[in-house]
């Protein structure tokens, strides 16, 4: 399969038609694990082009990424993406990790630097380690020019950021050190990802630009995550939710139609893709409606 060989750059470079892509992330208890095989499994119908998995608690050169790669990559997945972060590791464990990852036969790597610890207000690099994406961008595309490498973009801003000016400026500094590709964080008003583009674009940054979303299932999630990320809640969407009077299945409803509006107004509006924040439940893709958006998206 010609597709499997391709990088996550060549795919979005090559096949004229959006991507539609998932992210994972490495479960912690033995409970979460046979939940993320069931998952993976069932999801495995969707054919995404892509899938990443983000870093463990331990940040950088945590194994736990790597082994859920490869349990992705032998239950048939392609172009699987491993997070990297600067947390906790030095240049040389960096180096290290990278190596391994292309060892395994990864050729996709997402370079972030990474949240600080749970309890640390702010980004402490470890000795001898990086204090920025833009630096694990250029490290890495200099020990393996080959990599296709993935970063992060915020169209509502850093939660550090000092301005949204700075902040763009910042993302470009990453793509001037080599990456291929930006995914955005999570965003709810598709405006705020078409104006981000744009504001990239005026900024002299051409990479493919492509938008990650989050079905939201509950209130009380989409409320926890505003804790940690920045992003605006829509008053229609929390006046749907909150209509739901608590029901988890009417409330799971309102988060899949109002992605659903989301996918067909960014793909018509022209974006590369879909990446989908799923937090490892499958349920949630199997909405008929939802599973058939997607098909469509690819072209199925």
């Avoid at 048939?76 to 036969?105: K, N």
């Avoid at 079905?215 to 009380?220: E, F, M, R």
Wanted: charged fraction near 20%; include cysteine; hydrophobic fraction near 40%.
């Amino acid at each position: 399969d010609k597709q499997m060989l391709m990088t996550i750059s060549e795919q979005l470079n090559t096949l004229n038609r959006p991507l539609v892509s998932v992210e994972f992330f490495p479960p912690k208890t033995e409970k979460a694990r046979a939940t993320f095989d069931e998952s993976a499994s069932a999801l495995r119908e969707l054919h995404f082009d892509f899938s990443s998995v983000t870093c463990g608690a331990g940040g950088s050169a945590d194994g736990q990424t790597l082994t859920i790669c490869e349990a992705l990559k032998a239950d048939g997945y392609q172009s699987v993406m491993p997070h990297l972060t600067c947390v906790g590791a030095s240049r040389e464990q960096i180096g290290r990790a990278v190596d391994e990852i292309v060892e395994h036969g990864f050729r996709n790597i997402m370079a972030l630097r990474g949240d600080p610890p749970r309890g640390e207000q702010s980004f402490t690099p470890a000795p001898d380690g990086f204090r920025h994406a833009a630096e694990l961008v250029a490290f890495i595309k200099d020990r393996q020019p080959e990599i296709c490498l993935g970063v992060a973009g915020y169209p509502e801003g850093h939660p550090e950021a000092v301005s949204a000016e700075a902040d763009i400026r910042y993302l470009k500094e990453k793509v001037d050190a080599g990456a291929d590709f930006i995914t955005t964080q999570l965003f709810l008003h598709n405006h705020v990802y078409f104006d981000f583009v744009e504001e990239c674009r005026a900024a002299g940054i051409t990479v493919p630009i492509v938008p990650g979303l989050l079905p939201v299932i509950s209130l009380k999630q989409v409320t926890r995550m505003l804790d940690f990320c920045k992003f605006h809640l829509p008053a229609e969407l929390l006046t749907r939710l909150e209509a739901a009077n608590g029901d988890p299945a009417r409330m799971e409803r309102v988060g899949v139609y109002w992605a659903i509006e989301q996918i067909t107004g960014l793909i018509e509006g022209g974006a590369p893709g879909i990446h989908l924040y799923l937090l490892n439940r499958a349920q949630t893709a199997f909405f008929p409606e939802l599973f058939a958006c997607l098909a469509r998206v690819r072209g199925v």
